[in-house]
C-alpha cells in the first residue's frame, strides 16, 4: 500500500516570515499557525479530515517551517522545483522573487541550463524551470 507524502518541513529562524514568503510564493494559504509551527497548504486543501483512501492519498503536500537554533551552512540535499506556466513571463517571475527576497546562487550548474536556482530569504535553494504546460 502507498503511503501518502504529507508535508515537506522547512527548518528556519523566521518561521513567519518563511511561512509567509512561501505562502505568497506559491500561492497558498496559512492552514496554521503557533509560535513553534507555521503550516501552509494549496488552494482547495482542507484541514478537515479525509476519510476515503483514495481521496486522502490524492491530496496536496503542505509546507511546515519550524524554528532552529542553527544556521544553514551547506547546499541542500533537497530542494524544491517551481515551474511557470507557458503563458507567463519567466522572467518576470524570477525579477518578482528577486524584489521579495530571493537572491540568485551557485551551487555548480553550468551556463547552459534551463533553470535558474535561487534561495529563499534563509537561503534554501530552489530551481524555476523553464515555462511548461504539463
Known amino acids: 500500500m502507498p503511503l501518502r507524502w504529507y508535508t515537506v518541513i522547512v527548518d528556519c529562524h523566521d518561521i513567519a516570515a518563511q511561512a509567509r514568503w512561501w505562502a505568497e510564493t506559491l500561492g497558498w494559504q496559512i492552514a496554521y499557525e503557533a509560535d513553534d509551527e507555521m503550516v501552509i497548504i494549496p488552494p482547495g486543501m482542507s484541514a478537515d479530515p479525509v476519510p476515503e483512501l483514495p481521496a486522502w492519498l490524492a491530496a496536496g503536500q503542505a509546507m511546515v517551517f519550524v524554528p532552529v537554533p542553527e544556521a544553514k551552512t551547506l ?38 541550463v534551463s533553470w535558474t536556482v535561487l534561495a529563499d530569504p534563509e537561503g534554501n535553494e530552489f530551481c524555476v524551470l523553464s515555462a511548461r504546460d504539463h
Open 75 to 112: 547546499k541542500n540535499r533537497l530542494h524544491l522545483d517551481l515551474a511557470p506556466h507557458t503563458s507567463q513571463d519567466r522572467d518576470a517571475e524570477i525579477a518578482a522573487l528577486l524584489a521579495r527576497g530571493a537572491s540568485r546562487v551557485d551551487v555548480g550548474q553550468h551556463e547552459a
